[in-house]
């Protein structure tokens, strides 16, 4: 469908809905890595445009960890260090992300004290 727009009607690829955000972001957003390779295929698209939150698409790839989306991004023309509205990086993001969801199991009574195939426990990844 979406290459048929882009193909046979010509609709632009690179265009803003109300929170200005692009095709690109949605597709990002939901994992439909087909359809971001094929937009970011296309010459008019921005990679680095930004929403009215300062958020480029690499901060949809981070935030929803769209790993695929981010390796395919990183190939291209993007500014790896472009910052959002909270002045925070893609890379400040991931670890706040990630910190978050951490906190929230430790807060629900998470075991700890699980060790994995090696012996390790939580602690011993936390200081790596």
Do not use: C
Request: hydrophobic share 45%.
């Amino acid at each position: 469908m979406v290459q048929l727009l882009l193909e046979r009607y010509r609709v632009d690829p690179d265009s803003k809905n109300t929170d200005n955000r692009t095709p690109l972001s949605h597709a990002i957003e939901n994992g439909y890595t087909v359809l971001v390779r094929l937009l970011i295929t296309q010459n008019s698209v921005d990679l680095n445009f930004k929403n009215k939150k300062d958020r480029i698409p690499l901060f949809w790839a981070v935030k929803n960890e769209q790993n695929e989306a981010v390796k395919l991004l990183l190939r291209e023309r993007i500014d790896i260090h472009a910052i959002n509205f909270f002045k925070q990086t893609a890379l400040y993001k991931i670890i706040l992300i990630k910190r978050k969801m951490a906190i929230l199991l430790l807060e629900n009574k998470f075991d700890i004290t699980v060790k994995n195939k090696n012996g390790s426990i939580t602690l011993h990844l936390a200081v790596l």
